[in-house]
């Protein structure tokens, strides 16, 4: 029995036995079989996106596409010398992009990491862009754990991606086909496809949010950059997903724009020394746009805080 065999005769014993409680290897094989009725011994699938369909899928990712291939040649840079390459995948696990070198170009092409295939969990069983996409966690899958006999050639350290309203989006893979790439290189590959997933979130943020203002809050280890967008009024109106979790930011919390010192916790509302726009829409945003309220904070009358507001342009907020 070659090693193929052999692989699926593990994979299929670990499904049938309680491993997957302690392992996410395991947890990602049982889902593989019992929940995508998966084979891990069944040949490759060669199905691939037509180009038409690929060129629409690109379309409807055309903002992440714009700030993250810059950064996927700075990524294939350093590790495409290596016998690497370097894919981008929605959310399904369709590559969008793929840099691999040119005497390396066919393996991959046949291994399937090639634009238009896809790689989700459901197609193609444990590997590095499907599973980290199911877990949404940096995921390094090495050869023998794949869930396919098929991919066991290949090692894929992938991290996830995430758009400006923190919704998963992509996932960035470096995979590779080398037999002497193990353990220790995978782990020193896994963190650049990390600290590219995080500039590529960075870049997407502030593209999204080009006219406003980008404060830098945090880098919180694991989790990204923390940077929240703000308009011209010191009001909160955009964050990444780690500013959300550390500012404990949701939905509705940008929908309606809270005051930059009040999500920081380092102010309370200034005075008309200051610019009187951004102290009125401060005020409004602190009383849930309530102007008798916003009067009140600010220590005027309603009539006066009227008066203010229309000298500031905002009548249209009565």
Known sequence: MGSSGKHSDTVLATVRSSAAATSSVAASWCRSALHHGLDP????????????????????????????????????????????????????????EARSGA?????????????????????????????????????????????????????????????????????????????????AMATMIAALVQDAARQIERDFFCRRFAEARIVYAAEAPGRGTALLAVDRDDLVIGATRAARRQFQLDAAALTSPRPLADVLGTGAPTGFEDSERAVLRQALARSNGNVAAAARLLGIGRATMYRRMDRAGMGGMH
């Open 103 to 183: 005497g390396d170009a066919a393996l991959f092409a046949a291994i399937g990491l090639t634009a238009g295939a896809e790689w989700s969990e459901a197609a193609e069983g444990t590997n590095g862009i499907g599973t980290c996409l199911v877990e949404q966690r940096p995921v390094t899958v090495l050869r023998g754990e794949h869930f396919a006999s098929r991919n066991i050639g290949v090692s894929c350290m992938d991290a996830p991606v995430f758009d400006p309203e923190g919704h998963l989006v992509a996932a960035l893979d470096v995979s590779s086909a080398r037999a002497d790439h193990g353990e």
């Open 41 to 96: 011994s069944a040949g490759r699938r060669t199905e691939l996106r037509d180009g038409m369909a690929l060129a629409q899928l690109r379309e409807a990712n055309g903002e992440l596409l714009a700030a993250a291939s810059p950064i996927l040649d700075n990524l294939f840079g350093s590790v495409g010398r290596t016998g690497c390459c370097v894919i981008l995948s929605d959310t399904d696990g369709v590559v969008l």
